[in-house]
């Protein structure tokens, strides 16, 4: 499955929802997934928060390193904060992995809902 973002921006909330789609095992597949994330954000012309469904995203072991670098310096450079949420285990389990390596939040919440309020935490926390 080749990478993709399908997004939409909700400016009342400043939120740019996500779901990704990829199945990343090369290097090149990371930076093609990236760069499409960095293309969304710099349209919206200002820093967002991101809340992003995993349930199609499986990061392999051989690129779980490189792709949580990449995906801090993306974060930490483009948004305000971000929450992902998912369902299945095995995209659960291989984005945490990929954030434990980065040292990014591990939480993968359950429900969109449940990402949504987390980033309204981060918001009251000035974050």
Same mark, same amino acid.
Do not use: C
């Given at each position: &499955?080749?990478?993709?973002?399908?997004?939409?921006?909700?400016?009342?909330?400043?939120? =740019?929802?996500? #779901?990704?789609?990829?199945? =990343?095992? /090369?290097? #090149?597949?990371?930076?093609?997934?990236?760069?499409?994330?960095?293309?969304?954000?710099? #349209?919206?012309?200002?820093?967002?928060?991101?809340?992003?469904?995993?349930?199609?995203? =499986?990061? !392999? +072991?051989?690129? +779980?390193?490189?792709?949580?670098?990449? +995906?801090?310096?993306?974060?930490?450079?483009?948004? =305000?904060?971000?929450?992902?949420?998912? /369902?299945?285990?095995?995209? %659960? &389990?291989?984005? %945490?992995? /990929?954030?434990?390596?980065?040292? &990014?939040?591990?939480?993968?919440?359950?429900?969109?809902?449940? +990402?949504?309020?987390?980033?309204?935490? &981060? !918001?009251?926390?000035?974050?």
């Amino acid at each position: &499955m080749e990478p993709r973002i399908v997004s939409k921006y909700d400016s009342a909330r400043n939120i =740019l929802f996500a #779901e990704d789609y990829g199945d =990343l095992s /090369t290097r #090149e597949q990371v930076d093609e997934f990236v760069a499409r994330y960095v293309e969304i954000l710099r #349209e919206l012309e200002r820093p967002a928060y991101i809340v992003s469904n995993i349930d199609h995203l =499986l990061v !392999r +072991a051989e690129v +779980a390193e490189y792709y949580g670098q990449q +995906a801090r310096a993306t974060v930490d450079h483009y948004s =305000l904060g971000f929450a992902r949420w998912g /369902t299945d285990n095995w995209a %659960r &389990m291989t984005v %945490r992995t /990929t954030s434990l390596k980065a040292g &990014m939040p591990t939480k993968i919440f359950d429900t969109r809902d449940e +990402a949504v309020e987390e980033i309204e935490r &981060m !918001r009251m926390n000035g974050r």
